[in-house]
């Protein structure tokens, strides 16, 4: 791209994680990252791993606005497990803190001022407390000058990415021409087959394999019962065998990371049962292939920081209309 035609956007990243979100606007070419914060020293090592920035460890409460450089855009898939059904329904009243670090954005964009303001949360978000929650963050960002859009958007039909994964993605802007500009992208048919993200055929490491005798009780012998179809994704679900039903799939979970659990799991060419290693959960979410992770780093880890993560290429396509939008208006 040539740089004198085209105007490149600073991003500041909030709840970085392992840079999903930072990485699918600068696929676009139009974006850069030039601040990130993440408290989680496991995700900030896979971050450093993959973008020139060093990372701002601290808890976000510690962050002063003045600590920051100035941004066009704040990205943040702030935490969602206060509003994810799997969680414990609270929001706001979530008493481990977490509803409450929504309101750390606040106050750093309200000094900022960013152009946009870009946040990825779990599709229940709507609909908890009565839509209270989901109420309370639009009215701060429009309380702010921000002019909204949101959606609900799923990866298998907007990131052309075989995973049944629906989140719901805001889009604020402080130009209401822009933000009149702004359409969240239509849907792409899915070309994307399981074999473009899962290696069916190539030799994974001893660990990946499901084998007689090897996990306590019948496991084994539930999931070669099961697994009929080798064409489909299963997940062993703490005492049952759970087929996806849709072809593609099944959502990633932060949970993969407990024990194992939830991990996707195939039947591979030669008929052996494996789970998928944490690079293919990655590249499930959109990641590219080269997208590193460390090496030293158990597969718990890796497996949680995958489930933690956002499609990348839905991202993508979002970003790439905010870019529009912004040189439009």
């Not at 298998?156 to 969240?184: C, D, H, L, V």
């Not at 087959?193 to 090897?214: A, P, Q, R």
């Not at 997208?291 to 880890?301: Q, S, V």
Request: charged share 25%; net charge negative; proline share 5%.
């Amino acid at each position: 791209m040539n740089n004198d035609q085209n105007k490149i956007y600073s991003m500041a990243s909030f709840f970085a994680g392992v840079g999903g979100i930072d990485l699918g606007f600068e696929e676009t070419g139009h974006f850069k990252t030039v601040y990130a914060n993440e408290f989680d020293p496991y995700p900030v090592k896979t971050y450093e791993l993959n973008f020139p920035i060093k990372v701002d460890a601290r808890d976000v409460h510690d962050v002063d606005a003045d600590d920051i450089p100035q941004n066009d855009i704040m990205i943040a898939g702030f935490p969602c497990q206060a509003f994810s059904i799997a969680g414990y329904r609270q929001g706001f009243e979530d008493t481990k803190g977490r509803g409450t670090l929504y309101f750390e954005l606040v106050r750093i964009f309200t000094k900022k001022k960013p152009a946009v303001i870009f946040l990825e949360n779990v599709k229940n978000l709507v609909s908890h407390d009565h839509g209270n929650t989901f109420r309370v963050i639009i009215e701060t960002l429009e309380q702010n000058g921000y002019h909204v859009k949101y959606a609900v958007l799923n990866a298998m039909n907007y990131g052309n990415t075989p995973q049944n994964r629906e989140r719901i993605y805001i889009a604020a802007f402080r130009s209401e021409s822009a933000y009149k500009n702004f359409e969240f992208p239509m849907p792409v048919q899915l070309s994307q087959g399981l074999n473009s993200v899962i290696d069916f055929d190539g030799k994974k490491e001893e660990k990946y394999y499901y084998t007689k005798g090897k996990y306590k009780g019948d496991i084994y012998e539930q999931l070669q019962a099961a697994m009929d179809d080798p064409q489909a994704v299963y997940q062993w679900r703490r005492k049952y065998v759970r087929k996806n039903q849709s072809g593609v799939v099944p959502t990633l979970t932060a949970n993969m990371g407990e024990g194992g659990h939830n991990v996707p799991i195939i039947r591979t060419t030669d008929g052996q049962i494996r789970k998928l290693t944490p690079h293919e959960c990655f590249c499930v979410q959109g990641f590219p292939d080269d997208f590193k992770l460390p090496e030293d780093m158990a597969d718990g880890r890796l497996y949680k920081q995958a489930g933690n993560s956002v499609c990348v290429s839905v991202i993508e396509r979002i970003a790439e209309n905010i870019y529009e939008a912004l040189e439009t208006a």
